[in-house]
């Protein structure tokens, strides 16, 4: 594999129904590194790869650590070693159940039950990792509208590396790109029973997962860490 440009810390299911289903909406599986054919379900707005065009890149996940520069002098082993080691030092986070929302534009399936838990893993996450990443340059600054962003998570952004970290953090699993109001509204009603049937309950986050971004922008899926703390 080619080397990768960015690193992140995700979470993604392990494989199983849950997984399978959202690799085959998204129409990428990021574990496989391939393509999955997107089902055609009835009543959605429009095709399956328009909605989900954006998301498609990443695979399905949820950010723990968004995308970073590795720091200098640091490869992927050492990217590597450095979330092993963390892995080994956390523990689960374990949520009642998933439930599907349209989150500002886009359809997300988010967590209930158990927040203090996955709040405390991704401020752990975040600080744990600080050391592997590179500081922000000029065009990654700006890239997060700074402008747009309240006091405390432009602060945010220039400690860690990203605005939406610590009490700003909120984890979610992407489904959609940006859609209208009507569009998002006629997604749910068909995403809602196609997904119902194999979320976990209860909702867990029992890895790290390490993901790669190459030139062009693909994020791979790269080690799985059990949270072993």
Not at 106 to 127: K, N, R, T
Not at 153 to 163: E, F, K, M, N, V
């Amino acid at each position: 594999m080619e080397k990768m440009k960015r690193y992140a810390v995700y979470y993604a299911p392990r494989p199983g129904a849950f997984a399978a289903r959202a690799a085959e909406w998204l129409g990428w599986d990021p574990v496989a590194a391939e393509p999955r054919p997107q089902p055609q379900l009835p009543g959605l707005p429009a095709a399956v790869a328009d909605l989900t065009a954006e998301p498609r890149k990443y695979g399905f996940h949820g950010t723990i650590r968004a995308p970073f520069r590795p720091a200098d002098g640091l490869g992927q082993d050492e990217v590597a070693a450095g979330v092993a080691e963390l892995a080994s030092r956390l523990k689960p986070a374990v949520c009642d159940h998933l439930r599907l929302v349209n989150l500002h534009g886009f359809l997300a399936l988010i967590p209930e039950g158990g927040e203090a838990a996955l709040q405390a893993l991704g401020a752990a996450v975040v600080e744990g990792t600080d050391a592997l990443r590179a500081p922000l340059n000029e065009a990654e600054i700006a890239r997060r509208r700074p402008e747009r962003l309240s006091s405390r998570q432009r602060a945010l952004l220039d400690r860690w590396g990203y605005p939406f970290v610590m009490e700003e953090f909120r984890f979610h699993l992407t489904l959609t790109s940006s859609l209208s109001a009507p569009d998002a509204a006629a997604a749910r009603n068909v995403l809602e029973p196609h997904f119902a049937p194999v979320l976990p309950q209860p909702f867990a986050i029992e890895d790290l997962c390490l993901f790669g971004e190459d030139g062009a922008g693909r994020f791979h899926f790269l080690h799985r860490y059990a949270l072993t703390g």
